[in-house]
């Protein structure tokens, strides 16, 4: 849910829900129950949308730490701190659509932009 609410870049409730219902499909009021949850423990914030009642809801430093965290130690546990072989298992298990490999190419032009700058 946190890297949903990443990728999207902060969303309302509906948005989140409407995002995850292809893999996760939840009814409102649990996706709701999770937002406060993550609210109380600090890893979610939530601000006044610019019109309706609807909030926008967004991960907090705190989570993007968490989730980082989580991703670093699989990575060494599972993959030997092989970030290679940690995407190609991702992909084999679920392969990208035409979309998402155009998001994974413009990624490593930026990663390969960076480097190149160093």
Partial sequence: MLASLDRLGGSTARQLRESMSASRPMAHGSIMTLLKRLETRGLVAHRKGDSGKAFIFSPTDKA???????????????????????????????????????????????????????
């Fill in 64 to 118: 993007r730490a968490t989730y980082s965290g989580v991703l670093q130690r699989l990575r060494e546990r599972i993959f030997g701190d092989d970030p290679v072989a940690m995407m190609a298992s991702l992909f084999e298990t679920s392969p990208p659509d035409a979309a998402q490999l155009s998001e994974l190419q413009e990624l490593l032009d930026s990663l390969r932009d960076e480097d190149d700058g160093r």
